[in-house]
């Protein structure tokens, strides 16, 4: 899209303002940072330590090579678990008041294959505000021509096995932000509507760090590991289908599922909606009462509220969410939750065969 399109800015209803002041009202009541508390700092420590622990061990050859196989599948999930509680966070500034030390802990995306300043980009800027407009938002675009989720994408034929094929293609996305999506997105002119200008450091660390990557986990593995070349390239596809497979479903759950909208702009490029409503009709909760799955996710399973107020840590989103389930309902806006992960799982899959149907006629 060449525009860049606007939400509305009427000035009723006041639900947004209405929300943020008594989130805000909360805070202050109950005397509470929006960012990390201890425990939150406990969790960072937990993954990082679990991260960092697992590479050393496979690193060390102190285990049998049949133990480095399921080493490598934890590796992976503790990869996205960083990213989801400690790397997620900091990069929306919501982990430390201070900027030095979200920077700091923001810079452990480069270490799990990731660039910090394209997903700022893709994610903070573009997702978070176009989220689910197709054209604009690229979160949604998952294998374009292969993989339909809203009324305007593509028609293959193919397309009527989607809700059985994608979740193999999601356990490749991992593999895809290392080798491809970063370069690509970096490159790109444009991302959704954001003209990509990138500041000269931001050339050199793209490619700086991603060689660093390469080295600690393709190189220095194949050095000091004494297993042939084709049993490491069985692990590092296992680190990473881990990795790609945790980090997709969660995406997805989150956005793609029964009860979301993909709406799309008036002929003046204008959404209908004010940008807090939008939120709320384009994203979903799951597995909110679960606390395995707020304790792995990094909040990622409150969406709704993660939208509305990125830039608080996700260790507050459950006491939060009470405030915006309420408001929510005294403004006729829908608050769409999946009770378990299963039932999200679910419906994300009736959602692909859903779109998948149209494939059928082709």
């Given at each position: 899209?060449?525009?860049?399109?606007?939400?509305?800015?009427?000035?009723?209803?006041?639900?947004y303002?209405?929300?943020?002041?008594?989130?805000?009202?909360?805070?202050?009541?109950?005397?509470?940072?929006?960012n990390?508390?201890?425990?939150?700092?406990?969790?960072?420590?937990f993954?990082?330590?679990?991260?960092?622990?697992?590479?050393?061990?496979?690193?060390?050859?102190?285990?049998?090579?049949?133990?480095?196989?399921?080493?490598?599948?934890?590796?992976?999930?503790?990869?996205?678990?960083?990213?989801?509680?400690?790397?997620?966070?900091?990069?929306?500034?919501?982990?430390?008041?201070?900027?030095?030390?979200?920077?700091?802990?923001?810079?452990?995306?480069?270490?799990?294959?990731?660039?910090?300043?394209?997903?700022?980009?893709?994610?903070?800027?573009?997702?978070?505000?176009?989220?689910?407009?197709?054209?604009?938002?690229?979160?949604?675009?998952?294998?374009?021509?292969?993989?339909?989720?809203?009324?305007?994408?593509?028609?293959?034929?193919?397309?009527?096995?989607?809700?059985?094929?994608?979740?193999p293609?999601?356990?490749?996305?991992?593999?895809?932000?290392?080798?491809?999506?970063?370069?690509?997105?970096?490159?790109?002119?444009?991302?959704?509507?954001h003209?990509?200008?990138?500041?000269?450091?931001?050339y050199?660390?793209?490619?700086?760090?991603?060689?660093?990557?390469?080295?600690?986990?393709?190189?220095?593995?194949?050095?000091?590991?004494?297993?042939?070349?084709?049993?490491?390239?069985?692990?590092?596809?296992?680190?990473?289908?881990?990795?790609?497979?945790?980090?997709?479903?969660?995406?997805?759950?989150?956005?793609?599922?029964?009860?979301?909208?993909?709406?799309?702009?008036?002929?003046s490029?204008?959404?209908?909606?004010?940008?807090?409503?939008?939120?709320?009709?384009?994203?979903?909760?799951?597995?909110?009462?679960?606390?395995?799955?707020?304790f792995?996710?990094?909040?990622?399973?409150?969406?709704?509220?993660?939208?509305?107020?990125?830039?608080?840590?996700?260790?507050?989103?459950?006491?939060?969410?009470?405030?915006?389930?309420?408001?929510?309902?005294?403004?006729?806006?829908?608050?769409?939750?999946?009770?378990?992960?299963?039932?999200?799982?679910?419906?994300?899959?009736?959602?692909?065969?859903?779109?998948?149907?149209?494939a059928?006629?082709?």
């Open positions: 899209m060449s525009q860049k399109l606007k939400f509305s800015s009427a000035p009723s209803p006041h639900f303002a209405t929300i943020r002041a008594r989130v805000e009202q909360f805070f202050n009541q109950h005397e509470l940072s929006r990390a508390n201890a425990h939150m700092w406990g969790k960072t420590v993954f990082l330590t679990g991260f960092a622990g697992l590479y050393i061990i496979i690193l060390s050859g102190v285990t049998p090579t049949w133990l480095l196989l399921p080493l490598a599948g934890a590796l992976g999930m503790f990869s996205a678990f960083v990213g989801f509680n400690v790397c997620h966070d900091a990069i929306h500034g919501a982990l430390s008041g201070n900027k030095k030390v979200n920077k700091l802990f923001g810079f452990i995306f480069n270490l799990i294959g990731a660039n910090p300043y394209v997903w700022s980009i893709t994610h903070n800027v573009v997702h978070h505000t176009y989220t689910n407009i197709p054209g604009h938002d690229e979160d949604i675009e998952v294998a374009p021509g292969l993989i339909r989720i809203a009324e305007e994408d593509e028609v293959n034929a193919i397309q009527r096995f989607q809700h059985w094929y994608a979740f293609l999601y356990s490749l996305a991992s593999l895809s932000w290392v080798f491809r999506k970063d370069y690509v997105k970096f490159f790109q002119k444009k991302i959704g509507a003209q990509n200008i990138h500041p000269k450091l931001e050199f660390n793209l490619f700086f760090y991603k060689a660093l990557y390469y080295f600690l986990f393709i190189v220095l593995p194949l050095l000091v590991l004494d297993v042939s070349w084709w049993q490491f390239v069985i692990g590092f596809l296992v680190l990473h289908i881990t990795e790609g497979l945790t980090m997709g479903l969660v995406f997805q759950l989150a956005h793609v599922v029964e009860g979301t909208s993909f709406p799309l702009p008036n002929d490029n204008c959404m209908e909606e004010a940008w807090a409503e939008h939120q709320m009709r384009t994203t979903a909760n799951f597995a909110t009462h679960n606390k395995v799955a707020a792995f996710l990094g909040g990622l399973n409150r969406q709704i509220e993660h939208h509305l107020f990125p830039k608080v840590c996700h260790i507050h989103y459950g006491e939060i969410s009470l405030i915006v389930k309420q408001t929510a309902l005294e403004f006729n806006l829908p608050y769409i939750e999946n009770k378990t992960f299963f039932s999200a799982l679910r419906s994300h899959f009736v959602t692909l065969k859903r779109f998948g149907k149209e059928e006629k082709v």
